[in-house]
Every structure is written in C-alpha cells, then in structure tokens.
C-alpha cells in the first residue's frame, strides 16, 4: 500500500466515523424526540378524554334536571293542576322542598306566573318582564315548546349567579305555560371540582363563551384570583389568540401557559351548552420534566459529546497521519541516508514498467565496504554511504529513481537500454565517488563496482554485480543467463558444503610427484573431489575459490590434513614406507594464530611425522603480512612440516619472495611449462634456469607441474629442475586407488 492510499483509507475512516456519529445523533435525537412526542401527544390525548367524560356529566347532570322538570309538568297535565294557580303554587313549593334548584316558578303564555323560592316563600304575580333577560329567553324557548337552560345571570333574590332550566307545560296538547328552575353553578362544582383529573396533576374549569370562569377548581394550577383564562400573564399572546379563534369557532384547541417557571399543556373544548368551555390543564407536563427543556438539555448536551468526538476523532486522525507519516518513512525510505527502500523501489518499477518497456536495473556496491567501517568506524561508514546517494541522485536523468538496499547495496532505475551508454553513465558514477574519496573526504579510495540488467529484475542485477564480486579488475557486468547459473551453482554448493563434510562428500585424491630423471615417484600431491550423492564429482576449481572467499577452506582443508594423516597411517600400518604427501593450505589458515598447533594437533593424533607432510602455500600469501606469515612458517618448520611454494609464476611472482619466505620447495606453474614450449622459448628457458638454479643455491628443491608430455619432462629435466608432476605420470587418482596402483603393488 503507498502512501496516497494509506491517506485515502485515512480520510474514508474519518468520514465513516464522522459519519456514524452524526447518523448515532441524529437517531437519539430523534428516538428521544419520537418519545417526547409520544408522551406529548398521550397527554393531549388524556386531557381530551378526561374532558370529553367531564362534559358527558355535566350534561347529563343538566339532562336529569330537565327531565325532572319535565315529569312535574306532565303531572300538572294529567292531574289538572294548571287550572289553579294556587294548586301550582302548592305544587312547587312542595316540590321545590325536596330538590336542590334555587327557586321554582311558572309562567303562563300570557307571561303571568308565580315564583317560590325556600328563602323568600311565594312571589304571586310575576311577569316575564320581570325575569333576567337570559330567564326570560329561555322561557320562552319552552313556550314554542322547547327544553331549554339558560345562561348565567345575576339573580334578584339571590345573591350570586344562576341560570334556569325550563320546560313547556301542556293542557290537552297544547302549550300553555312554562316550568322553570332557578339553579347555582354549584352542580357543576361538584363535578369539576368532585374528582380531580390526570392522577391529582390535572384540573378542569368551566368558561362562559368569553373565556371567564364559570367554575373555577379550588386545586387550580394558577393561584392568582383572575376572572378570566385571557388575565395575567400565563397564555401568551399567541396562545390567546389562537384561543380566541377557537371560542370564536366553537374549536377545541391544545395549548401550553407556563406558570412559576412550569411549563403546563391545557385543552380547551366547548360543551354542548350555552357556548360554554371546559378548559382543562394539566401541570404534570410541567412539573415531571418540564420535556422540551429536557430535549434542549439533551441536544447540547449532544452537541457537546459530539463536538468532544470531533475534537477527538481530529485528534485521533491527526496523531495517526503523524504515526502514518513515520510509518511510511519507517516501510518506504531508508534511515541512513533517507533513499526510497527496495520497497518503494519495487512499487515503483512495478508501476512505470506497465508503461516504459525499455528500462535497466543496476545493483551497485562498494568493494570491501567492511574495511570502511572497521578503519573509519560507522558513522564515517554512513557519510560515504550518504555521500554515494549524493551521485547516484545527480546522475539521475527525469523518472529515474534508486534505492539503497542493506549495507553498501544500491539499485539503480535507469531509462537506457544500450550497454555502451548504461557502462559510460554508472562508470562515470563510479569514477566520481572514487576520485572525491581518494582525494578529499577519507583519502581511502571508495571503489564500487555494478551489475546491471536490461530489461530484467533486481536479482538479475545483483547475480550480475556478484559474478564480478572478488574481481578487481571489472567495475562492470551485464546479466545473461550464464551469470544465473553460476550464482545458483554458487548458491547450491554454499548450502550444501557443511552436509558434505560431514557426509564424507570431499575425497582425498592423489597425484604422484617424480623425480625428473628417474621417473621414480618420490612423494604425491593431495587433491580435492567433492563426490556427489549421484557418484559425480565437483572439481576444486568449481568450490575452492567460493570457500576461499567464504572462509569454509579453513575448514576444508583441516579435513583434507586429517584424511592425509589418515592415508598415511595406513600405509605405515601395513608395513610400507609411507610417500610423503603434500596438502593444499589457503592463506585464511595462516591468519589463525594457533594455526600451527592445531595441525600439529591432528598429525599426533595418527602419530605421523610432521616430515611427511608438505604444506602447498600460494604465492599470493606473500601480499599478506609477510613477518607474519613467516614468523607461521618458521613454527610450522620447527614443527617439521616442509613448505612449498605453489603456482609459482602465475601470478605476481618474484625472485624477492624466495627470500623473505623461507619455503623448501618451489613449484613452477605449469603456465612456464605451455610458454616453455611456445614462441619465445630460449628466453623463457633462461629465466626459468635462472629461477631453478637460484632456489638451489637457497637450498630449495623445484617441482615442475604440468608435465603433459615426454618433451615437457625431458626439457624441465634439462633445466635441472628437480620433479614433476603431470599427466604425463598419472592423473589425480583416489587415495584408495593410488594405494593399490604404486603403493601396495
Ligand atoms: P594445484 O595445487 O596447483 O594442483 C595442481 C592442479 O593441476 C590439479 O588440479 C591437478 O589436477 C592439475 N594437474 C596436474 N597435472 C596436470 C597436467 O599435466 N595438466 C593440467 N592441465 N593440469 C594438471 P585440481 O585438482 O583441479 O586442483 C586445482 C587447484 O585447486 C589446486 O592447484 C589447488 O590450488 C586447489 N586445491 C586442490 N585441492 C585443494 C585442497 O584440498 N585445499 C586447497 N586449499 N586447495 C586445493
Ligand atoms: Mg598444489
Ligand atoms: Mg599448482
């Protein structure tokens, strides 16, 4: 994942969340909210209910007085009472005894009556004029035959409000007076004021058509003294209004007043009676919660939390692009010298090689790089490392890129595909970090070397860069297929060498050494061959220079002691002379201070002369440290041990050499022998006398390798070189082999 898709999952995370949060909100908000309205509207629904049975007994309270009303006048017909006055008067004031009604008075339709009251007894003669106005409305209702109440007014004889029932009197069917019933609002106390409503939180109170108070509970919520539901400051003025309308229009309406601060819902419904109103208030919406505020409460509330969840969530989506940040610096770049990593690298070569076929990959490193640490220390380690990012970055044309790998391994993208232009481009690379270090900075020559591969991969490179490892002289390699091979030959033999020793996989192997001039054999050379499971072998060629440079010779050639030692008590033991043998010695063993003692150490253990053995040094060990190297060679001598010089004159040989170190044998390269035979021959005929008669007079003997042919022999013989060894004799044969060939015959 790169780094604009970790910043792309980043900012979908946070939307998700914020999202999620907002959407969680939202849904308490509105599941609180669905609650509220809920309970908002079941209390609306309770107060009509309550209202409604409210209004159903006042009614039927009213109801019941008519029909009383109604039975007295159908008595007076049937009994024949509206003949006499006086049997009416005696009639109602016996009547009026027994009932709760003010006073009971008729009237004729001429609009002549009598009136009794229990306080005031009998009033004969009255007229319609003389009732109340709204009486008197009603009462002649009743005349054209109609049951009628009539709304409040101030009574004469009573002090107080009253209204009246009347009921039409008949005789023989036809209307001839009116009953009335004089009545106070106290029937209707009784039952608004009999049960309160709501469970105790809620009262009910009966308005006149303007919003007065006809019957006002004595548990009102509102303790003030006011006369009417518009008084005092309780419903606002849009209330009123709103409430003004409804009386208007005979609508029932919901509203809210508040009163000390409570909040309280009220119902206003008209009865079906004189435009009166029930008003019906409930304190408990109020008092209980006081709802809406609460809901505010919540909402900031909710506000707050969410805020809190912003703040942390920015907080949170802040810390972690920072950590992100670090992260990908941590999985993209590298620490020392803040390069992409092979990681980057990889992605992006994934990326523009979709696009852009023609492409190279070089791997580059610095030749021994650990010498630079050991001698500089790191940190210096780390400048040069900085330093060679500095070059390759400028040698970087538009959509190159590079990384650096571990250690002193960086790759390289480039945009060429011709070797002659890639070889100029990383050669002048190379060129530029060894000039500035061999001069300014460390004046310790930093030189590199490159694989590249054309079109190919980053292993592919690097198996390039390998195959010129040890090589001083190539700073250059491209990849083909043959370079793959030997990296997986390499790579095979690395991971199956330490199994082989101790399978026994490396052979002893001999080759006789003889005496020029006799042809007798006078000693034999041990040679390596790795048996394979499969019966094959491995030629040293192929594994001694990889364990040369990976240190396993050490190893190896300890083994290839023991296993001469070993040979060699075999022969003693069975009673023959034993050939010296001479052991092939890396120059890694000679850098081991105890190196002496533990060979000495295994030629004890068989009980061998140290004299039989002859340890086969190369002349390129002189480049080492040579008092060092000599001061090994003189114990390995006091030891008994005879040394020879190997390969002499294949490589940087010189006559110098037979003096400092203090060898007994020398042996001339076969490479003499080939150019013995070739164009210049006399001349190389006199160096080569020259070389032999020179370790002669230093007492050392000369071995010939090489010797192929008859003439080969007859012409080192001639040179006064002392044996030979070649296929001329014998080939390297197995120890067993040689045994039973020259040895036990
Ligand atoms: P060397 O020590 O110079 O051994 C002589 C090499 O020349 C041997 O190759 C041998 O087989 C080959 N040879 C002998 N006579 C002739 C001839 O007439 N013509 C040609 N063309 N070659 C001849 P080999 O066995 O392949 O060994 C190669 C080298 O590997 C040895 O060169 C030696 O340096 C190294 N080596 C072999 N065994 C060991 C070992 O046990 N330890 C170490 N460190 N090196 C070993
Ligand atoms: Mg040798
Ligand atoms: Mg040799």
Redo the contacts with the bound molecule.
């Keep these: 994942m790169d780094e604009k898709k970790i910043k792309k999952q980043l900012f979908r995370i946070a939307v998700l969340i914020i999202s999620v949060s907002i959407a969680v909100s939202a849904l308490v908000l509105t599941a609180f909210s669905y609650v509220v309205r809920q309970a908002h509207d079941s209390d609306h629904i309770q107060m009509k209910t309550e209202t409604e049975e409210y209004e159903s007994r006042i009614l039927k309270q009213i109801d019941k007085n008519i029909q009383f009303l109604t039975s007295l006048a159908k008595a007076f017909e049937v009994n024949d009472i509206t003949a006499s006055m006086e049997l009416i008067e005696k009639n109602i004031s016996a009547t009026n005894k027994t009932n709760s009604f003010v006073s009971m008075a008729y009237l004729s339709v001429d609009g002549s009556g009598l009136i009794n009251s229990i306080e005031y007894g009998t009033k004969w003669k009255i007229t319609l004029d003389d009732c109340d106005e709204y009486a008197r409305t009603a009462i002649e209702k009743s005349f054209k035959g109609e049951d009628a109440v009539s709304k409040m007014f101030d009574s004469e004889i009573f002090d107080g409000k009253l209204f009246i029932y009347s009921v039409p009197v008949y005789r023989s069917g036809e209307i001839i007076g009116a009953l009335a019933a004089s009545d106070t609002l106290e029937i209707f106390e009784d039952i608004v004021n009999g049960n309160t409503v709501l469970d105790g939180q809620g009262y009910i109170h009966l308005l006149d058509s303007g919003g007065n108070f006809l019957v006002r509970s004595e548990h009102t919520i509102v303790k003030e003294d006011i006369s009417s539901i518009f008084e005092g400051p309780y419903l606002s003025e849009k209330t009123q209004e709103k409430a003004r309308a409804a009386i208007a229009n005979r609508e029932s309406m919901y509203g809210e007043f508040e009163y000390k601060g409570k909040k309280c819902h009220f119902y206003l419904a008209p009865i079906d009676l004189n435009g009166w109103y029930l008003f019906c208030a409930n304190s408990m919406w109020g008092q209980a919660l006081s709802f809406s505020r609460s809901v505010v409460i919540l909402g900031v509330f909710l506000f707050f939390v969410l805020l809190a969840m912003f703040a942390l969530l920015y907080y949170g989506y802040y810390r972690f692009r920072k950590n992100s940040a670090l992260l990908i610096r941590f999985a993209y770049y590298d620490g020392v010298t803040g390069a992409d990593n092979t990681l980057r690298f990889d992605q992006k070569t994934e990326e523009i090689t979709k696009k852009q076929k023609d492409y190279c990959i070089a791997a580059l490193n610095i030749h021994n790089f650990k010498c630079i640490n050991d001698i500089f220390g790191t940190a210096d380690g780390d400048r040069v490392l900085r330093f060679i990012k500095t070059k390759i970055e400028q040698s970087l044309k538009p959509d190159e890129f590079f990384c650096r790998d571990s250690a002193d391994l960086f790759y390289i993208f480039l945009l060429d595909t011709d070797e002659a232009v890639l070889s100029e481009r990383i050669s002048s690379v190379i060129h530029d970090v060894r000039e500035v270090t061999q001069h300014a900075v460390y004046s310790y020559e930093v030189s590199m070397y490159s694989g590249l591969s054309i079109r190919g991969t980053r292993e592919q490179a690097l198996v390039a860069l390998q195959s010129i490892k040890h090589n001083l002289q190539t700073d250059i390699a491209f990849y083909d297929y043959s370079l793959h091979e030997m990296v997986r030959k390499k790579s095979d033999i690395e991971s199956h060498m330490q199994l082989a020793l101790q399978k026994n996989e490396f052979r002893l192997?001999l080759?006789s050494k003889r005496d020029l001039k006799t042809g007798k054999i006078t000693g034999a050379?041990?040679?390596?061959r790795w048996r394979l499971p499969d019966g094959s072998y491995r030629?040293?060629?192929e594994f001694?220079p990889l364990f040369?440079s990976n240190g396993f010779?050490v190893k190896?050639?300890m083994y290839?002691v023991e296993q001469v030692c070993i040979q060699l008590r075999k022969w003693t033991d069975a009673g023959i002379t034993p050939l010296p043998i001479s052991?092939?010695?890396?120059k890694r063993l000679f850098a081991n201070g105890n190196y002496p003692e533990e060979i000495e150490k295994i030629v004890r253990k068989y009980n061998i002369s140290p004299s039989l053995i002859t340890l086969?040094i190369?002349e390129d060990i002189a480049t080492s440290d040579t008092e060092q190297i000599n001061h090994q060679i003189n114990t390995l001598r006091k030891i008994g041990f005879r040394i020879s010089m190997?390969?002499f004159g294949s490589g940087y040989s010189s006559l110098n050499m037979l003096y400092s170190l203090k060898i007994d044998e020398l042996?001339l390269d076969?490479g003499f022998m080939r150019r013995v035979a070739g164009v210049d021959e006399e001349r190389r005929k006199i160096i080569l006398k020259q070389i032999i008669s020179f370790a002669k007079k230093l007492g050392i003997t000369t071995v010939a390798?090489?010797?192929?042919t008859e003439e080969d022999r007859d012409n080192m013989a001639a040179l006064s070189c002392d044996y030979g060894?070649?296929?001329?004799f014998d080939?390297?044969t197995e120890a067993e082999e040689f045994s039973r060939l020259y040895i036990l015959k």
Excluded: H, T
Excluded at 525 to 528: F, G, P, Y
């Design positions: 192997f080759q050379e041990a040679l390596v030629y040293p060629g001694i040369e010779s190896l050639d290839m052991v092939n010695q890396s086969e190369l190997d390969d042996k076969r390798e090489g010797i192929e060894q070649g296929y001329f080939k390297p």
